[in-house]
């Protein structure tokens, strides 16, 4: 990064600190998904993209915003942010590949694949160019896309993402609100699957997945041309706050803003800052 945009990021990041005066924000250990109740879509169906028919759920009207859940959530998971969103954009909540009401395949899952999904997605809605907000492996989907396909996006923001397999931290298994996390979306996943019977399949599966990706390289992050938000929690519990840094380093069109007093799961923890952090960038 050249000192100049480091600066930047700086003065954004302290900048918030002094805005939030460090107020609340700790989550629930036994309870991280908090969800307020989600609005009625103006439309919503299953899209049949490759081998899979993917869910979605339209609400509002405007520029198209994707919204990309993480690793076992679904599209629900967005719901402390898709009311805020929807007042100025049409929203578009996703569930990945197997996840939530989506279904899937023996087809191995990896990120290049998603990806796919979500482009095949938005040609069956018609939509030429969106911008798309990720949390953990829905950012790491907006990379790819970013990378390979970025007349595809107008703005990218990536929370809680990671390039390799690397910047994920060697003691996440200890975390207990992560933990949470997991037996929460485990019990969501049984009762939206259309097939709950093959959970263990689905598990094994994407357990592949992220054991040996993602794998993009330095000169593919160097290469995007999106403009994007590397967006974190200073006190993540599944991505080393070095790793944002060296992503934003890379990443020509990148801003780099850590949130304080949160980890992984800001858009539950601390929704109207998510939120304001969110619009603020994709309106500028």
Do not use: C
Request: avoid cysteine; aromatic fraction near 10%; charged fraction near 15%.
């Amino acid at each position: 990064m050249n000192g100049k945009r480091l600066v930047k990021s700086l003065f954004l990041i302290f900048a918030l600190l002094a805005a939030l005066n460090v107020a609340g924000g700790a989550l629930a250990q036994d309870n991280p998904v908090v969800l307020v109740e989600l609005p009625e879509p103006t439309a919503s169906g299953m899209a049949p993209v490759n081998d899979i028919e993917m869910y979605y759920a339209v609400y509002g009207e405007g520029e198209p915003l994707l919204l990309l859940h993480g690793g076992l959530g679904n599209a629900d998971y967005f719901a402390n942010q898709i009311a805020a969103f929807a007042e100025q954009y049409q929203v578009i909540a996703v569930d990945s590949r197997g996840h939530g009401r989506s279904t899937v395949t023996d087809t191995p899952i990896g990120y290049a694949l998603m990806a796919s999904d979500v482009l095949a997605l938005m040609d069956y809605l018609e939509i030429d160019s969106a911008h798309l907000v990720g949390w953990s492996d829905g950012g790491i989907i907006g990379l790819d896309i970013a990378i390979n396909h970025p007349e595809r996006l107008k703005k990218l923001v990536a929370y809680g993402a990671n390039y390799i397999p690397a910047g994920v931290r060697s003691d996440i298994g200890d975390s207990a609100i992560f933990n949470a996390y997991i037996e929460q979306a485990l019990a969501d996943y049984m009762t939206l699957s259309p097939a709950p019977d093959r959970m263990e399949a689905f598990l094994e599966n994407i357990g592949n997945m992220w054991a040996t990706e993602p794998n993009f390289t330095p000169e593919q992050l160097m290469g995007i041309t999106v403009p994007t938000l590397i967006l974190d929690g200073w006190d993540e519990e599944a991505i080393y706050p070095s790793h944002d840094y060296e992503m934003a380093e890379l990443i020509p069109t990148a801003e780099l803003l850590l949130m304080p007093n949160v980890g992984h799961f800001a858009m539950f923890a601390t929704p109207e800052t998510f939120n304001s952090i969110v619009l603020n960038y994709l309106s500028r």
